[in-house]
């Protein structure tokens, strides 16, 4: 690296004038900057490669994963993101040194990696995703709750009463000492009773972090803060755990949250219908292979479909969900003149709804 010439580098591959030598001595580079990100977040805790024998492999792999989105080329050829990242810092700094078009390239690399990251944590674990989402949510609408970052960490704190300027406990002496950052972390073992004495499925989020942080802030010896990650795994491990026993007992009592997320679905419905309807608007009513009467009795009918996916009854006969709009129909009448059209619609109104349902899940 220390041999390369950085800046004609850039130029060049912005230019699209490069050679195969030089477009290969940069991707090198820019794999090596983002396999030390990530080699840095497995450092800092975080489980990025997972746990098996080739995890330097897998790193390496992941790494190039990060950046390739970063070489894609348009219909000209060209590198675009890359033009549009560096040609208008080379045109503000025509004479930029190596070392700071370096910083340049480590601040568009790691910025494109964590970006890639968090996608792949997504698809990987949307249980994971779904549970620092719910979280960063409640502190960001909380005034008690405050997150800060060390490290390449999140931390999250309750302020409890203390009034918070500055959310960096380094750059604040008052907030550091009620932090107590001298002090050793919380045992995990410590922290998970912790959880377990406050944690009920009927409660918000918010209000399970006010009181877990309120029973950590009895715990002197240690800080007064923790990590977003331990909070994660406080609450897959809990809820796993509660949800084993529920199904085991046979106990499905509703919850505020189920009752929250239930809404989410329904509203997912509404969703799937309102593209549905403009399918049956522009395929069927505007061709006239359905009338305005029958086509609402479709809607009414395939509404009722996503309903009886929701409820698990994935297995209800379409006949019956049109024959209870359409009391007269028979089975013989609905394999001729119903079955082609109303089956394909509910399977595409199935297809899109349960697309949103792994979103949400």
Known sequence: MNNLNLRQLVVSICAGNFSHTELIQFIHLVQKISLSYLKFQEILGKRIAGERMEADVELEDLALDCIAELFSRDASDQFTQLKR???????????ISDGDMLILIRRLVIRK???????????????GAKIVRNIKVTVRNSDKLHLFKEMGRDFIFHSNGLIVDETNPHANP?????????????????????????????????????????????????QNYISLDSIVKLVRHVKFDLFKERLVAGDFTPTPQDHLESKEIE??????????????????????????EKSAIYRQALRDVLFDLIQKKDS???????????????QQEYRQQERSVF???????????RKHLKELL
């Open 174 to 222: 008052i907030l550091g000492s009620y932090l107590r950052c001298d002090c050793p972390p919380i045992p995990d073992d410590l922290l998970l009773s912790a959880f377990i004495d406050v944690y009920d499925p009927a409660k918000s989020v918010s209000i399970l972090m006010k009181q877990l942080f309120e029973k950590i802030h009895g715990y002197e010896e240690y």
């Open 85 to 95: 990242y560096f040609e208008p810092k080379l045109e503000e700094e025509p004479g």
């Open 316 to 330: 209800s006969s379409y006949f019956r969900n049109l024959k209870y709009y359409i009391p007269e129909l028979t």
């Open 343 to 353: 089956e394909y619609l509910a399977k595409v109104a199935k297809r899109e709804f």
């Open 113 to 127: 990696t964590k970006q890639e990251l968090s996608r792949i944590f997504r698809e990987r674990d949307p249980e």
């Open 267 to 292: 509203g997912y419905v509404d969703v799937v219908m309102g593209s549905l309807e403009e399918k049956i608007q522009s395929q069927y009513l505007k061709t006239g292979k359905l009338s305005a």
